[in-house]
């Protein structure tokens, strides 16, 4: 690589950064209603910005044991998403183990396990940089680049910059996860409502909302909605309905087939 | 908004342009590798390595691993966490091993105790890790590999207490920043030995940097680390830094059990590839 590229690719790799700290700094984040796109757009950047031939992110399921393909670029690309990976094996399994990030070369010749996994895809990797995806100290998964294009091995610098990647991508998966827990609430909420029954006991509600609530700032109004939701079931049967129709007008723009991001 | 000002990288102290020279005057001067290391094999030392695990079997680490524990996180333990004894212990990652493989190739004869503090567990991470630091300071332990640390600001405190008992126990701690440039602990507090990694290879070939809070660079890219089930990956992080310093360490404190953690980090200093001995 002649060092005018190194020098274009490190002024990449700041202003990058630059724009990567300034979202965080504000306090944003660039949900929509698609998070996986989003997501597929964070691992295509990845793989441009590193150099890298490949890029994939695997959340943890914790459930079944495992680290599934959330979203992946690269040859193997589509084929693999969906694809489960034992929470203890290999390179990925290792940075939910340690919470620790990891730049390796020479995968083929060293992990055996990684290197049987690669061959299963019909993708063997040079080197991998990988790295946790963290919400708070729990690790809901990993991202990585795979294939260090014009170097044998992915650099500290570069562990740093997919760091950043990595928060943002975190931040939008633990966001989608907040609206999935919202949806739930509401849509539990509104079948109470819908069948009147008052006496019903709400406090399930309430704990998913205060949840939310507690892991995410700017949910508190989600409280308020539930307080709302008692008052609303003792209005009169057409103010009831008209609060039903608003919410269901909502839920519907969350669901998949009405996303206006997609 | 204010644009923020970027934060330099960690190991950006330790690239061949950033590295300053540095000048050792008066006493100082006088000390050499040859006097603080100099043939010691960290005979009699008790290392810790806080970690993964550690493989007790793997070539790499020779017979030096003479136990452990392994610290696990419990919802429903009264401080949230449990600690069994681990006599043969093993590696759930490979992590462990590479930093317990680093610390005894340069220091042969130290005894290494494995502090397991990572696993399966998807919370509860920063709990584990400081219960294990809590171990190893009620364990007669002298010199400590911490190549892991936490971002939780809540945390802040419980490490920079459990940092202050090691001090004043006369224990070194020695801990890698973290990869990614943001605050993290233990590595930065002043009584902590923290490390970055240079792209060199020989392991007594490290920096310091008199532009704290990274104090040393050591070897950490691209180097040739143990792994679990008796392999050897070549890896990168200044994970594998820190278990330089760790070995060095041990060296100086096997030969001069006299010193003090301060005097310690004055000595790796005095010794550091960019200071220059001057007579006065």
Known sequence: MTSDQDSQEHKLAEQLKRLLLSIEASGQTVLSGSSDALLDSIVEAAARIFGAGAASILLVNEDEQVLEFRVAYGPAGKKLVGTKYPLDKGIAGYVVMTGQPIATSQVSKDARWDREFAESTGYVPESILATPLLSGDRIIGVMEVLDKIDATSFGIQDMELLGMFARQAALAIDQSEQVRKIEEALILGLKRLASSDLKQDSSEILSVLEDASHERAGMPDLLELARLFGEISELGESERRACIQILGVFANLRRPSARRFG | ?280
């Open chain 2, 1 to 280: 908004m204010a644009e923020e000002e970027l934060r330099p990288a960690w190991s950006q102290s330790f690239t061949p342009e950033a590295i300053q020279q540095l000048d050792a005057v008066g006493p100082f001067a006088k000390i050499t590798p040859a006097w603080a290391w100099g043939r010691s094999t960290g005979k009699g030392l008790r290392v810790a390595v806080v970690d993964s695990g550690i493989e007790h079997d793997h070539p790499a680490v020779g017979r030096s691993v003479k136990g452990g524990v392994i610290v696990e996180y419990d919802s429903r333990a009264k401080d949230y966490y449990r600690i069994r004894p681990d006599d043969k212990p093993v590696d759930v990652s490979g992590h462990g091993t590479a930093c317990a493989g680093i610390i005894h190739s340069i220091a042969p004869e130290a005894e290494i105790y494995s502090v397991r503090v990572l696993g399966r567990n998807m919370s509860g991470r920063a709990i584990q890790f400081a219960a294990g630091l809590d171990w190893a300071i009620e364990h007669d332990i002298q010199v400590v590999n911490l190549s892991l640390s936490t971002s939780l600001e809540e945390f802040f405190g419980i490490f920079h207490d459990l940092a202050d008992q090691a001090y004043f126990k006369s224990m070194n701690l020695v801990s890698a920043v973290n990869n990614i440039p943001e605050p993290s602990y233990p590595s930065l507090y002043s009584s902590v030995i923290s490390v970055a990694a240079h792209d060199g290879h020989d392991p007594f070939t490290y920096y310091y940097n008199p532009k704290p809070p990274v104090e040393f660079g050591a070897p950490g890219i691209d180097v040739e680390v143990a792994w679990n089930q008796k392999q050897y990956l070549v890896c990168t992080g200044n994970s594998f830094a820190a278990p330089h310093i760790a070995g060095i360490t041990t060296l100086i404190r096997a030969k001069h059990p006299e010193l003090t953690p301060f005097q310690v980090k004055t000595v790796l200093m005095a010794c550091a590839a960019n200071t220059h001995r001057r007579a006065n």
